[in-house]
């Protein structure tokens, strides 16, 4: 990778994150899904700790970033949740994406200088800053590093090959089962219940990303509670039958198996 501030004008201006102090790389309980898993040695991870800046929590509906902001850094979430936006020609807002602790945002700036979208909290967030000319100065000493970033980059472009599937090809039901089974598993993941979560976005906002109305949302919710599917009280979520919701959200038997385990 090389580097893009060379080439840069001078930043609109900078990401809402101001330095405070907060727990190092090494003692986060997120390093196994974060970038210092791409680190063997405990000497690399301090090196990458010291280049992050680790700023104050964003109010639920603050803004990380907005859309044409100059593109200075990624952003690792250490705890709450972000979504990513950007603003259609009659100005409405259309959800590209909700990003869980541990997961990655700003990337999609790199080829362009700017963020292409705005990145805004739902909840109160804490966010890991780290800026793009130090994290490629330290990919070209640990190539792992690199390696850990372009699999970030290629995951986001299968999410993105995923979302225009479920647009064109599934009806409500499959999307909104297909979201919540991936939800899931993205909590499983980070050593939550994959069974029992709370939904950090409401439910326009899930129309918003699904290509749904609000109220088809509202209809899917309660038909699948009729099913006995899942539970819902608000934005609690109790998954009932994980093997029944995996298949209609298309899945395969190995991600049926690995939904069903609760941590």
Known sequence: MTSKLNLRQTPVRQANVRQCTNVSCKDCS???????????????????DHIIKRGRPLKKGEHLFLEGDAFTSVFAVRSGSLKTYTSTN?????????????????LSGMDTDHYPVSAQAMET??????????????????????RQLMCVMSKEIRDDQQMMLLLSKKNADERIATFLVNLASRFR????????????MSRNEMGNYLGLAVETVSRVFTRFQKQDLIHAVGKEIEILDPQALSRMAGGKARDQIELTSVH
Request: overall charge negative; glycine content about 6%; some cysteine.
């Open 125 to 146: 967030t804490m966010v890991c800053e780290i800026p793009f000319d130090k994290l490629e100065e330290l990919a070209l000493e640990h190539p792992q590093l690199r």
């Open 189 to 200: 993941r980070r050593g939550f219940s994959s069974q029992s979560f709370r939904l950090s």
């Open 30 to 48: 997120l390093s196994p899904l974060c970038l210092p898993t791409a680190l063997r040695f405990e000497e690399d991870i301090i090196n990458l």
């Open 90 to 106: 009659e100005g409405e807002e259309q959800i590209t994406g909700f990003h869980l602790p541990s997961e990655l945002v700003g």
